[in-house]
């Protein structure tokens, strides 16, 4: 069978000793990087891209996936300890998992992300293997209608999944759209928001815009209460990593789950790991039972997510392997890799370069697995980062940023950016705004604008566009009920309460 | 006098004698910086880190790829328009950045290749026009023969507002008098996701990106715009042949900014020509899908100002206004 020769092919290609060690160079870089808080997958692998051009292609794209998706891995570990995302798509990692650890159970919570994005890792490549050209053809089938109905689906299910005041999550989300309308506007090229600076033109980049709010802002709040809640660093070693039995019950579910939601948005071009793992953690938090034990260290609050940026971060690459274009900036840089060597990719590069594609697969398997192996011994390493004293710790952490937010662009306009998104997300906190659904709307809002107007522009302006497409109709459908319910059970929440009150 | 001036005075006699100095010594006496307005890994970024590196290897200086991103590479050509014209930063220039996007934005900072003295030009590759298979247009003609007698019927899709892309599409409608609706994209890979979907009818690409699209059954190819037929589209016709004389390429050069010294502008063309003209450089550019294209100054010199005036015109009749 074709399939059993390819995979062999592949995995004899893979476990060649040289592809190997760059595969574990690859991981390894990516999950340090990760968990610096500024240093991400595009950074990384743009500083490294130079090194490429010496690699046999396949050993390059080994390497580069490595990187990519070892950020996501090593990105949690920041998310949980500091309460900054290593990168943009485990901002919702900090939610519970940052609760947990400071609850003294920082090793659990970088177990339980571990083992997640394995799991998630694990079910991606899966789907990647047996059904990447019949994936890469439905999401072909996603025409802007489908994918306005789905942005609007996710800003919906997600934009309340931070805790306290809905109309503050509101108003964060609201602010995040508002962010990302800055720029050139794509379809008239009338500038919005840009106050004539060049640099804006393009919009604010997602990397000084995460960078600033998440982790400047979470270091200015730090500095007035270092003595506060020092997280208890003595607790270290296999024996305090161990879950409780209720914990590992109420994990295995939200991991599957999250997995297969991630695979869903990692597959369509342009929404990737970060709207996955919102999508993710909103849709636990809406099946659980106890929605509210979300936000103050509820596992499957941690599981969903990292399982669900994990599986997307594989399932970015049916588009890319598939159809030859890439899904995201990311996956575009990876395909450069290809393109330096003479692989032209199209939508026969698996049939044309079984051997590069498939060797790239299996060592997403390898290298999850070297990341899974290599995270438990680590655990205790990372959770000692804690005892480093604040004075180095956070100054270093701003100086990581700063570079990091440099260097992908070399553009000292973004190192600005990133002071200016710094104050405004630590205003914010001061004031009791969310920030995650801020990132949310910043992700989401333009894309949504986007697709809106181009289905109108496609369909000459007639709004039944969106119900005659089956795809939209039904999306829109369960929108609208997740809307409905919503209203409903606040109704039901509010109800009993002001009968009480007369009493 | 006052301490100032004195001061002043100083600065003034330092500043010339480096200024002589540097007149003096050999060029190039250290590395060279090679803007790239792209982020790495592009096709741009490849054909600059091979020319740079056969550059480098030639005047044993290092020749330092920077990837300056951003705003459709006309930040990258802003901060070469702005560097110090000595010949040691240079700029890998597309020409969006040099002939379209100075009739766009009006707050560029530079005046598309005014600002720059041209090194030479490194590639050139035609636009070819694709529609699905899935489509009964076999020709360039029932393509314009529906859309003449169909008004704002038919689609095409372009990598955004303003590129090269969209302007080639705007001249070729114009001259087959045909009227059809723009569907912009956030860049290539977007529009062609559409195009493959099925969103859109028609779009152009260049020849390394349209020849997979071709071979796997996915797209046909109705004509190729430009002089003579490119032999790696076998017998495709041009868009003059089918009687529509519209020419469209993209391209990117070497250039300087303005003002740079005669002498390593001239060093720095001999150069780019050893370059493109070694064999190695030659076969690793076509892997990598682009047609080394070395040309004489004074023929890229006339190149620019014609599609500078061309693109002109296109963006005043198709009233393409961004600010």
């Known amino acids: ?503 | 006098m006052s301490i100032s001036k004195l001061r002043a005075i100083a600065l003034g006699a330092v500043a010339a004698l480096a200024a002589t100095v540097a007149f003096a010594e050999d060029y190039p006496s250290h590395p060279i910086t090679l803007v790239v307005p792209f982020q790495a890994g592009g096709p741009t970024d490849a054909a600059g880190r091979l020319i740079g590196d056969a550059i480098s290897s030639r005047i044993g200086q290092p020749v330092v790829v920077q990837n300056v991103a951003g705003a459709g590479s006309t930040i990258g050509a802003a901060r070469v328009a702005e560097a110090e014209p000595d010949g040691y930063t240079l700029l890998m220039a597309t020409s969006t950045a040099m002939v379209v996007a100075p009739h766009i934005y009006n707050n560029l900072g530079f005046d598309g290749y005014r600002s720059f003295d041209p090194i030479g030009l490194v590639t050139q590759a035609p636009f070819v026009l694709l529609v699905s298979t899935d489509s009964d247009y076999e020709t360039l003609g029932d393509l314009m023969d529906y859309g003449r007698a169909n008004p704002d019927a038919l689609n095409y899709a372009t990598p955004g507002v303003g590129t090269v892309q969209h302007l080639a599409m705007e001249m070729l409608i114009a001259k087959a008098d045909v009227k059809a609706v723009h569907i912009p994209f956030k860049g290539t890979s977007a529009a062609r996701t559409a195009f493959l979907g099925g969103e859109v009818d028609y779009m152009i690409e260049t020849p390394n990106a349209a020849v997979p699209l071709i071979e796997s059954g996915k797209a046909r190819a109705l004509a190729v715009l430009s002089a003579d037929r490119v032999d790696s589209l076998g017998d495709l016709p041009t868009a003059k042949e089918q009687g529509l004389d519209v020419e469209a390429r993209s391209w990117f050069a070497v250039m300087a900014p303005k003002g740079t010294p005669e002498d390593r502008i001239d060093t720095l063309r001999g150069l780019l020509d050893e370059a493109l003209a070694d064999e190695e450089v030659d076969a690793k550019m076509k892997a990598s899908g682009f047609v080394p294209s070395p040309t004489p100054t004074a023929e890229f010199e006339s190149m620019l100002e014609t599609e500078y005036n061309n693109f002109k015109t296109v963006v005043e009749s198709a009233g393409i206004t961004l600010q």
Not at chain 1, 280 to 286: S, V
């Open chain 1, 1 to 503: 069978m074709d399939l059993l020769q390819n995979f062999a092919l592949g995995l004899s290609v893979a476990l060649d000793p040289v592809n190997l060690l760059y595969c574990l160079i690859g991981v390894f870089a990516g999950m340090f990087v990760g968990v610096i808080p500024g240093i991400g997958p595009m950074t990384a692998i743009s500083v490294l891209f130079p090194l490429t051009f010496y690699l046999p292609p396949t050993t390059a794209m080994i390497m580069l996936a490595g990187i990519w998706y070892g950020t996501t891995y090593g990105g949690s570990v920041a998310s949980i300890l500091l309460n900054i995302p290593g990168t943009a798509s485990n901002a919702v990692t900090c939610l519970d998992g940052h609760p947990m650890a400071k609850s003294g159970r920082a090793s659990v919570a970088l177990l339980f992300t571990a083992v997640s994005s394995f799991v998630g890792g694990t079910l991606g490549t899966l789907l990647l293997m047996f059904f990447a050209p019949f994936i890469a053809d439905v999401a072909l089938s996603f025409g802007s209608a489908e994918y306005f109905a789905l942005m609007l689906l996710g800003i919906v299910a997600a934009s309340t999944i931070s805790e306290g005041s809905a109309s503050k999550g509101l108003a964060a989300v609201a602010l995040g759209i508002l962010i990302g309308c800055v720029g050139l506007d794509i379809y008239t090229g009338a500038p919005r928001l840009t106050f004539g600076r060049l640099e804006l033109a393009e919009g604010v980049g997602l990397i000084p815009f995460a960078m600033g709010v998440f982790g400047v802002a979470e270091v200015i709040a730090s500095i007035g209460n270092v003595r506060e809640a020092r997280l208890n660093s003595s607790t270290v070693g296999f024996r305090h990593m161990k879950p409780t039995r209720d914990e590992m019950r109420r994990s295995w579910k939200p991991m599957l789950r999250g997995s297969g939601i991630g695979a869903f948005f990692g597959t369509l071009p342009g929404t990737g790991p970060i709207v996955a793992a919102f999508m993710a953690y909103a849709i636990e938090k809406r099946v659980s039972k106890t929605p509210e034990r979300f936000g103050k260290g509820a596992v499957e609050g941690l599981a969903a997510p990292e399982a669900s940026n994990n599986s997307a971060d594989m399932t970015a690459f049916i588009p890319t392997l598939a159809l030859g274009i890439p899904g995201s900036p990311t996956m575009a840089l990876m395909l450069g890799a290809l393109i330096i060597h003479g692989i032209t990719p199209g939508p026969s590069l698996m049939t044309d370069e079984p051997e590069v594609v498939w060797a790239l697969v299996l060592s997403f398997w390898v290298g999850n697995l070297i990341l899974l192996v290599m995270n438990i011994p680590l655990i205790g390493l990372w959770v000692r980062m804690l005892t480093i004293p604040y004075r180095w710790l956070f100054p270093t952490i701003l100086a990581f940023i700063c570079l990091g937010t440099y260097a992908v662009n070399t553009s000292s306009f973004d190192v600005w950016l990133v002071l200016v998104f710094g104050l405004i997300g630590y205003g914010m906190r001061q004031l009791g705004f969310p920030i995650a659904p801020m990132l949310l709307g910043f992700v989401l809002g333009p894309m949504m604008e986007e697709q809106f107007r181009r289905a109108m522009l496609l369909s000459r302006g007639d709004l039944m566009v969106f119900a005659e497409r089956p795809i939209s109709a039904t999306v829109l459908a369960i929108t609208a009920a997740i809307l409905a319910w919503s209203v409903w059970s606040a109704l039901k929440r509010s109800k009993p309460l002001a009968d009480e009150q007369p009493e």
